[in-house]
């Protein structure tokens, strides 16, 4: 992203759809406005789990994907249907393989995914799977991985945990409004302020990450890995 010249390929490993927007949705437009390809992939269904879910919950949901990918500017998606909230139940070993099947087809440079010490288990054992999918063998295309932070699971952590560290920042001024925009198309996953997951606070973060760092608004990453070669 930083060399305009080189496009690159990206992959987003979202546990549930809403995670990428709320993630990386600004980072995201910022690549396909660099002319980077980006693929995200969607490890559950993330309504399964909920008490009396449906089918219409789970195809309100998609379409509420669909549209926030289309806002976002992403063509290239893929749905795994692992059990929502549930994923310490599958062997990380089958989570693992189908991140590596998307990796050998895709051969990204860059791979954003959840923070180790989220609240979420989804969050978790995707962040897992992700760095055992991605390991640096030779001939390995990930060259970097970031950790996005998820408002009601990243901070909601125990303190016992590593915090997530703000270590990696994009500047988003110019794409705010589309991460909003995607943001509004999972009405269903917001909630009313005072709540971390309202509108009102995924803006405030967004300005204070900004802010802390010289831009009106940023999303704000943790390195997991960079190989400079
Ligand atoms: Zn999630």
Known sequence: ???NSIKQNVLVVAAHADDEALGCGGTITKHIANGDTVTVIF????VSSRLNSSTADENNR??????ALETLGVC???CFDFPDNQMDTVPLLSIVKSI???ITEFQPS?????FAHDLNIDHRITHQA???ACRPIKGCSVKKILSFEILS???WQSPTLPSFQAQYIVDISQYWHKKEQALLCYQEELRDFPHSRSLACIEALATLRGASHGFAKAEAFQVERIIVI
């Open 1 to 3: 992203m930083t060399n």
């Open 76 to 78: 290239n998606y893929r």
């Open 100 to 102: 590596e099947n998307v």
């Open 62 to 67: 998609q379409s509420a994907m669909k549209q």
């Open 153 to 155: 699971s990243t901070e």
């Open 130 to 132: 992700v760095l055992t």
């Open 110 to 114: 860059i791979v954003y995914s959840h």
């Open 43 to 46: 490890m559950t269904n993330g």
